[in-house]
């Protein structure tokens, strides 16, 4: 009878039993690796937020900056602009002759001017030209021919 019991009991009975701790033993392992996963899920979506979140801001940050050589390279427009009014308005002819005649003279009389001062200098130092002479030399001489002659051609 021992037997039959032990065979009834070791057979299905024991079967059974495992079958039913066995299954709540893997629903448990589940149930840890499912609150795990969400976790790390947790975790990864935080820094992808974080991520965003720093990149919206880099954006941000740069569309200020974006705005702000706008606005910078606008007022360096408006000022060259400005320049170059001016520039135009000055050279415009007013109708008058003499004021037109004097216009026209003040730029050589000064560089005439200047030039017979700096002849006057170097006379007085017996003709001895210095450092500085040799640069205002190279100056001028750069201004009256490399530049105008650039200026011509647009360059």
């Not at 007085?124 to 105008?148: K, P, Q, S, W």
């Amino acid at each position: 009878m021992f037997s039959a019991l032990f065979s009834f009991l070791g057979g299905s009975v024991f079967r059974m039993v495992w079958g039913e701790v066995s299954t709540w033993i893997t629903n448990k392992q589940d149930h840890a690796h499912e609150i795990e996963k969400m976790k790390l899920q947790g975790e990864i979506d935080a820094k992808t937020h974080a991520q965003n979140m720093e990149a919206l801001r880099v954006q941000s940050e740069l569309g200020i900056k974006e705005v702000q050589v706008r606005s910078v390279a606008d007022l360096a427009n408006l000022d060259a602009d400005g320049f170059y009014s001016a520039i135009k308005a000055a050279e415009a002819p007013s109708g008058i002759q003499w004021v037109d005649g004097w216009n026209k003279s003040i730029r050589p009389l000064c560089a005439t001017i200047c030039i017979g001062l700096w002849v006057l200098g170097v006379w007085h130092n017996n003709l001895l030209i210095a450092a500085f002479d040799m640069e205002l030399i190279c100056t001028v001489l750069g201004f009256y021919f490399a530049d105008r002659t650039l200026g011509k051609r647009g360059k």
